[in-house]
């Protein structure tokens, strides 16, 4: 990046910003109840998210040039993993906890680190491999009150929407793989449009199965959702043109203080004292990750500008 161009405290207020609008669109949602399939909720937010993407595009003359791609079919297989992940992760919202939900997905990037390691090849050192296990276990202090050996004090409906979310994260550090292999060909605008493109198309296909037709409020929620996610990349977006991730990656865990207020206020939903530790202890590895991140790239800078050039 380079450094004439880069604003950190405007790339941190883009990034709280659209921190904010996705803490509305999950608000929005999650306001629904379980009232519709995830399927159709995927739908909604899919396809009114090309609202403001296409009027942005528009507005810098580059709709045509974000349309055009050498990869049609990796951003099928990026659509196919986010409907999943995105299913997942709608069909908890309506049966847990906000707050809980917020800890959950937490879990995705620690779980990215795994599918590097995995599917990239990246290495993967002792330092971040002992911040993943601690992060993971900070999961394991939040969903382990949903689990019990007595079944009477089983909750069914919050056991599958933890295991829903489980899963939704970890389908959601798959699609982190594959944006990574997106990006060394693909521009950002590329990426989010043909996202939101052909997961709208795969979650219309779940009409088949069944979907409920809104009431006015709801189908407001629906819309608004849309358009909160759509506005929510967008300034997410830009807010790594103005800064390092290193920088702005760790203000993503403001939406947990979000999550508890808007519980509270708006669901009447109380943070256990299990959610808010687990919550602590993801969010702590997670920091850990990102600064151990920036260093080793600074490390990596460095021993490149030290280098002897191929005529040294």
Known sequence: MDSSTTSPMLGIALKVVSVVVFVGMQTALKATGDAFPAGQLVFFRSFFALVPVII???WLGDLRGSLHTDDLGGHFLRGVIGVSSMGCGFYALGRLPYPEWIAVSYASPLLTVVAAAVFLRETVRAYRWGAVLIGLMGVVVVVAPNFTLSTDSIDASQTAGILASLAGAAIAAVAMIQIRRLVRTEKTATIVIYFSLTSTIISAATLVFGWTWPTWPQAVLLVLAGLCGGVGQLLLTASYRHADTSTIAPFEYTS???AV?????LFGEEAS????LGAGIVIGAGVFIILREH???LERRAAKRVSPGAGG
């Open 273 to 276: 004292g299990t959610t808010l």
């Open 56 to 58: 942005y595009l528009i």
């Open 256 to 258: 947990m203080i979000l």
């Open 261 to 265: 207020a808007v519980g509270y206020f």
């Open 295 to 297: 260093r080793l790239g």
